[in-house]
């Protein structure tokens, strides 16, 4: 069965490019278009893998993956930010909300499927 | 695997128009001196969103100067800088030529670079300046830092020898300063500030070099005491080279079992603090405006469709409502006792057939918050450049209508409020002078009454002025009388070619337009109407059907023919005296309607088809109204009223004159639409 991945960004378009760039890697993507939606929907569902942004109305990715993280089936599930910001302290507030690591937007399509494919396979 | 990127461009060119829609809105909405964060967030999330779309999909341009942009709203948003009403209009610009660069990738349109260099400019002395602010009060040493990691941070798409250059001046008298700045100003983008010991400081963003910063300065002042400081932003390269770093990275390589078990529990007790977090952020967003929640629900559960699509939809369902009345008509004469079945289901299947074409209908509706939205920015913009102060107010923007009418109702309501900005609105001493507040108030309100929506342009400026209206009409050759009533002498204010301004601005007022205005709104069917008084202000209201596709019409019939005549335009049918007719040389036939002499126009003979009667005391007349004006309309016999779907003439065959239109009646026979205004208009 096909991975399923949870692609959170409020920008439409990042989102349409995510999720048809993953799902032509072979992934089941679900798209959330803030924090929020994002954690509804992890509610109904255990992703093995979620993208977040941290920028976003409603709720952003760092307390996004803070919810998650108090989440039972969410404890070991990898979480990657996609984020514009790649300074130290992006980095550690990431790490300490319990994000899995980064990836720095602007990214191409190859370098995301990569990306995933290292993490979950 | 490549996947085309080009597929994903109009969704961002999309995307990106609402962005900075929005954007627009939240500037002309904040409050200067006290800026809310949560808006100022949203502001920054606009620049922010469409940098990230952009330099994924490769627009370069686009990316830059939202960079710019970002950087600025970030330390605005920090409250590194306060915001002015310099940065707002600097951003309303930056907005322009984003549209102007997403426009150019979009449709391929031309796109101007020296606008996209000066806002890039205009944006970096903004940050420029705040930074000198800083600088300027105690904490120097810390701000100066702040500004230099600010600085840092940005991957500027600055020209490597433009450079920024604050220039602090001795105390000098305020005429050289004028002139210095108006000098060095041709080097580059100036902008200036005031230390707190009222020295002026300048920060200059220039290619030229210190020399001739210094050789334009010694002209006024002696160069020794200048201090001239080079402030340029470290530039870093646009973004690091792909072989140096991924772009990616993982906080622990892979997890071992005990590895996760401690980040989970790091993780549950980093979750304790973040409920903590979520709690008061949740209260805070509970809070919000509940518009804002709505709109990011809707993203998620609207669709974008082609409106090609709603149309055949709405078409097909105007077939519907044919054969639906069709079957009604020839069940009409079954017994009910024998087919009592078969009626019941007709008569569900009508209700049916009227709810889905109400709702297909509504599909087509949009709010006249389209329209309305586009006015705060222009209103902004024309007031600051007339010096006139206005608080613009709209009322009922969420009020829907056809979409095919809210695109035409654009250009007249465009007319109508840079009117009362122009002309309406009086200067801030002269309102003073009045005894009325500095600011004017422009209303723009919509709203629906019975079968129409009723859409009013407001001001409380000067009125109009009834005796310049006259004697410009008297001028233009046109009739008048001193006791005219007021409606009908703000009625000549539509006469072609007739404008009172006493000054034409390059706003408004060229003389063309009023009667551009109101042909635009009777093409839609609809009306406007003046209501104004001297000194207190005008309305200007129109009148709109909510739909072109469906029409209350009165069926009557002419010979064999059957025609239909839009009900707005009835004012009442009667069968006249032979007494009543009159015939006037020059001046055609008349009927007299309680004391009143009207046009009398023979359909038959408009349509030169074989009537049932020929002398109108036998048959039918209907009174028409169209703009005030009135005739009389001689018929054989009216047959009924009924609402009918209309079917354009023109696509489906060719214009025919008296005609507006086609429509398919119950028994499955063509009927034509009588174009009353056309009608009218033939009688001079």
């Not at chain 1, 893998?49 to 070991?76: C, E, F, S, W």
């Not at chain 2, 409020?417 to 309102?431: A, K, T």
Request: proline residues 4%; hydrophobic residues 45%; charged residues 25%.
């Amino acid at each position: 069965m096909a991975k399923t991945i949870l692609a959170v960004d409020d920008s439409g378009s990042l989102r349409q490019m995510v999720s048809f760039s993953l799902k032509a890697a072979g992934y089941d993507v679900t798209e959330a278009v803030d924090g929020q939606d994002g954690l509804n929907k992890a509610k109904q569902h255990t992703y093995d893998l979620v993208l977040t942004d941290q920028n976003m109305p409603r709720m952003d990715g760092l307390t996004l993956i803070k919810m998650l993280r108090g989440m039972a089936n969410y404890q070991h599930v990898p979480i990657l930010m996609l984020t514009t910001e790649s300074s130290d302290e992006m980095k550690s507030q990431g790490r300490a909300a319990g994000a899995n690591g980064w990836l720095v937007k602007p990214f191409d399509p190859q370098r995301l499927t990569e990306v995933v494919k290292k993490v979950i396979g | 695997m490549t996947v085309d990127m080009s597929q994903f461009y109009q969704v961002f060119f999309d995307e990106a128009a609402e962005l900075l829609a929005e954007k627009e809105r939240l500037l002309l909405d904040v409050d200067v001196a006290s800026p809310d964060p949560e808006d100022l967030d949203a502001i920054f999330r606009t620049a922010h969103s469409i940098k990230g779309g952009a330099a994924t999909f490769g627009f370069n341009d686009i990316t830059e100067v939202t960079h710019v942009l970002e950087s600025l709203l970030d330390r605005i948003r920090k409250g590194e800088i306060p915001l002015t009403a310099e940065h707002v209009d600097a951003f309303l610009a930056a907005k322009d030529v984003l549209e102007m660069l997403i426009n150019g990738h979009k449709n391929g349109a031309a796109v101007d670079r020296e606008a996209v260099e000066q806002i890039s400019k205009r944006l970096q002395a903004l940050s420029a300046l705040g930074a000198v602010h800083a600088a300027a009060s105690p904490v120097e040493s810390k701000a100066a830092s702040a500004v230099q990691e600010a600085h840092t941070g940005n991957a500027a798409s600055v020209p490597a020898n433009v450079q920024h250059y604050r220039i602090e001046l001795p105390e000098t008298p305020q005429r050289d300063v004028d002139a210095l700045a108006s000098e060095l100003g041709l080097l580059g983008h100036i902008t200036q500030s005031l230390l707190e010991d009222q020295r002026t400081v300048f920060v200059l963003i220039t290619e030229e070099s210190v020399d001739d910063i210094v050789a334009i300065c010694s002209f006024v002042l002696d160069a020794d005491a200048l201090k001239i400081t080079n402030i340029t932003p470290v530039i870093a390269a646009p973004s690091v080279s792909a072989n140096e770093d991924p772009g990616y990275g993982f906080f622990e390589p892979l997890l071992t079992e005990i590895q996760k078990k401690e980040v989970a529990d790091a993780a549950a007790e980093a979750a304790v603090q973040a409920a903590a977090h979520v709690e008061s952020t949740e209260r805070k967003q509970a809070r919000r405006d509940s518009d804002k929640a709505a709109a990011g629900n809707a993203e998620s559960s609207s669709i974008r469709v082609s409106i090609e699509k709603v149309d055949q939809l709405i078409n097909l369902v105007g077939e519907l409502v044919i054969t639906q009345a069709m079957i009604e008509q020839r069940i009409g004469n079954l017994d009910p006792m024998l087919h009592e079945g078969l009626l019941n289901s007709v008569g569900q299947l009508t209700r049916n057939t009227h709810d889905l074409q109400e709702a297909v209908m509504s599909i087509r509706m949009m709010p006249m918050d389209y329209v309305f939205s586009r006015f705060p920015r222009m209103v902004r913009d024309m007031a600051g450049k007339l010096g006139k102060k206005i608080d613009f107010v709209t009322q009922g923007a969420a009020t829907e209508l056809d979409k095919g009418l809210i695109e035409r109702i654009v250009d007249p309501l465009t007319h109508l409020v840079r009117n009362s900005v122009d002309h309406g609105i009086e200067l801030p001493e002269v309102r003073r002078a009045a005894g009325k507040s500095e600011a004017g108030r422009l209303t723009l309100a919509a709203s629906h009454q019975g079968g129409h929506i009723v859409i009013e342009v407001s001001d409380d400026g000067a009125g109009l002025n009834r005796d310049r209206i006259l004697a410009k009409a008297v001028q233009q050759g046109l009739t008048v009388s001193d006791n005219m009533p007021d409606e009908d002498v703000w009625q000549l204010i539509f006469a072609p070619g007739f404008s009172t301004a006493e000054v034409v601005t390059d706003i408004s007022g060229r003389g063309v337009g009023m009667d551009v205005v109101k042909r635009n709104i009777t093409a839609m069917g609809g009306t406007v109407e003046i209501r104004s008084a001297r000194g207190f202000g005008s309305t200007m209201r129109i009148s709109l059907p909510l739909t072109l596709a469906i029409l209350d019409g009165m069926s009557i019939k002419v010979g064999e023919e059957v025609y239909i005549v839009p009900l707005a335009y009835v004012i009442e049918s009667l069968q006249p005296e032979k007494t009543e007719l009159k015939e006037v040389a020059g001046q055609g036939r008349l009927i007299k309607v309680r004391d009143e002499y009207l046009p009398l126009i023979y359909l038959y003979e408009q349509f030169a088809i074989n009537p049932r009667y020929a002398d109108p005391s036998d048959g039918i007349v209907i009174i028409m109204g169209v703009d005030g004006k009135k005739a009389a309309i001689f018929v054989d016999s009216l047959v009924g009223q009924q609402q009918v779907v209309v079917k354009n003439l023109e696509s489906n065959f060719r214009k025919v004159p008296g005609i507006s239109g086609a429509t398919i009646l119950g028994d499955g026979g063509v009927s034509l639409i009588v174009d009353v205004s056309a009608l009218m208009r033939s009688l001079g």
